[in-house]
């Protein structure tokens, strides 16, 4: 009854229901109308006088003091309310394997020794790094051992981490695909470092775009490039690793959608092919949740003190429990599993979406449907994309621009569409609002 009743006083004080000067019923007053000891109310009371929530004086009814109210929340505007989501870099966070993890978490904590809860190895968790070490040797072809593994919390964190790193050891400059995530350029220049464009064909990054002298380390997905959807080629993999071994870069690999392969078998990572050359950065961002935030790099040997001492001074390591339990998960075979049923749902709604697209958009062409979450509907030269993806917005349509994803020159215009959150039913809905709203805009025959 104390609790219950410095909380319901304490509350109508902060959100102003209970104004600055109101006074009180006295602890006997109070005591009576709500048929409790006095003990009770007074040692409410007391309790909030000592928070600062009234003013009580001797022989006098206790005063509400001056607080101030919280201003009401602002719905927030990056969390749209979409009719049709095709939002392109977000999973279906729906099919989060909550039983599977509920059960891996539960094996973390009851196995998890007293040791594992104290300030660790800043490169994360023995265990993880174990299995991490083996799952991307057997599904990716990365050739590492767990002690040049450094846990993150998700890409951003290792993007920033390398960043900083680079950025002590004199680098300059960030070689970056164009198109590409404006978050990706954002992150690089908030470090201190200048993000530079470089050419993206089907083919993947054109290294023939390299600038000697502009590259002191190259940002790569050659899985599956993002927007374009390109997947690097064999050929361009070997001109890259020459040209950053010629001018003595190190090359960054975005491991972006590499999971979600439709056509083939995905292709191994650019890291086996040069361990001592390459970063490789994963997460669990688009396999199970962004919220879960677990990332990794596979480091060359002369970067992990560094990366190590830098995670540390950032966040001291991270979470213990969350990393046993991705551990168990990965070495349980409940990740695989759960990435194979993840890729025949994605799968599904990538083919109906494509069919949809034909039917209703055939002059328009599709690309980088091969793999991952989302397809490039590209668009006439002469189109204004960003207007057409405001006007979409405007009419509940989730879908993102190409041309300002470029940081070169480029007459390259389209629209970014994911099916990762639309699910299958309103996919022909979907398309079809789409079609009509570039058919008003003039950038389509239908």
């Known amino acids: 009854m104390r609790q219950s009743l410095r909380e319901s006083l304490r509350i109508a004080i902060q959100d102003g229901r209970l104004t600055a000067g109101t006074v009180l019923p006295s602890s006997r007053r109070l005591a009576a109308d709500l048929g409790v000891s006095r003990g009770v109310t007074t040692d409410a009371y007391e309790q909030l006088a000592?928070?600062?929530?009234?003013?009580?004086?001797?022989?006098?009814?206790?005063?509400?003091?001056?607080?101030?109210?919280?201003a009401p929340a602002a719905p927030d505007p990056h969390v749209p309310a979409w009719r049709f989501d095709l939002t392109a870099i977000t999973p279906d966070v729906r099919l989060f394997p909550r039983r599977e993890?509920?059960?891996?978490?539960?094996?973390?904590?009851?196995?998890?020794?007293?040791?594992?809860?104290?300030?660790?190895?800043?490169r994360g968790r023995i265990e993880l790094r174990t299995a991490l070490s083996s799952y991307l040797a057997r599904v990716r072809g990365v050739r590492v051992d767990p002690g040049r593994i450094v846990?993150?919390?998700?890409?951003?964190?290792?993007l920033d981490l390398m960043c900083r790193v680079l950025l002590a050891r004199g680098a300059r400059w960030i070689a970056v695909e164009s198109p590409t995530h404006p978050d990706l350029a954002a992150g690089i220049e908030q470090s201190g470092l200048r993000a530079v464009g470089c050419a993206v064909d089907s083919d993947g990054l054109r290294t023939d775009d390299?600038?000697?002298?502009?590259?002191?380390?190259?940002?790569?997905?050659?899985?599956?490039?993002?927007?374009?959807?390109s997947v690097m080629t064999s050929r361009r993999r070997v001109a890259l690793l020459d040209w950053a071994t010629s001018h003595d870069c190190l090359i960054l690999e975005d491991d972006y959608d590499a999971e979600f392969r439709y056509d083939r078998t995905p292709l191994g990572a650019v890291q086996?092919?040069?361990?001592?050359r390459v970063v490789h950065i994963g997460t669990a961002s688009k396999t199970l949740a962004p919220g879960v935030r677990l990332g990794w790099m596979s480091l060359p040997a002369g970067l992990v003190d560094e990366?190590?001492?830098?995670?540390?001074?950032?966040?001291?390591?991270?979470?213990?429990?969350?990393?046993?339990?991705?551990?168990?998960?990965l070495t349980s075979g409940d990740y695989d599993r759960h990435v194979a049923r993840a890729r025949q749902t994605y799968r599904r709604r990538r083919d109906r979406l494509v069919r949809a697209l034909a039917t209703t958009l055939p002059e328009l062409p599709v690309q980088g449907s091969a793999a991952g979450m989302h397809i490039l509907l590209r668009l006439p030269d002469n189109?204004?994309?960003?207007?057409?993806?405001?006007?979409?917005?405007?009419?509940?349509?989730?879908?993102?621009?190409?041309?300002?994803?470029?940081?070169?020159?480029?007459?390259?215009?389209?629209?970014?569409?994911?099916?990762?959150?639309?699910?299958?039913?309103?996919?022909?809905?979907?398309?079809?609002?789409?079609?009509?709203?570039?058919?008003?805009?003039?950038?389509?025959?239908?």
């Open 50 to 70: 000592s928070e600062g929530y009234l003013d009580v004086r001797e022989r006098a009814a206790p005063v509400v003091a001056a607080v101030h109210a919280a």
């Open 101 to 122: 993890w509920t059960r891996a978490v539960g094996k973390a904590l009851r196995n998890t020794p007293d040791a594992a809860l104290d300030y660790g190895d800043h």
């Open 151 to 158: 846990v993150t919390q998700g890409f951003t964190q290792a």
């Open 210 to 229: 390299l600038t000697p002298g502009r590259a002191d380390a190259i940002m790569v997905a050659p899985a599956h490039q993002f927007p374009t959807g």
């Open 272 to 276: 086996g092919l040069a361990p001592g």
């Open 307 to 329: 990366v190590r001492t830098r995670k540390g001074l950032a966040d001291s390591g991270s979470p213990a429990f969350d990393q046993l339990a991705f551990a168990e998960f």
């Open 383 to 446: 189109a204004d994309d960003i207007a057409i993806a405001g006007a979409a917005a405007s009419q509940g349509i989730g879908v993102k621009a190409l041309s300002p994803l470029q940081l070169t020159p480029s007459r390259d215009r389209g629209l970014v569409l994911g099916y990762g959150r639309l699910p299958e039913t309103k996919i022909d809905e979907a398309t079809a609002a789409l079609a009509a709203l570039l058919k008003k805009a003039g950038a389509s025959r239908t």
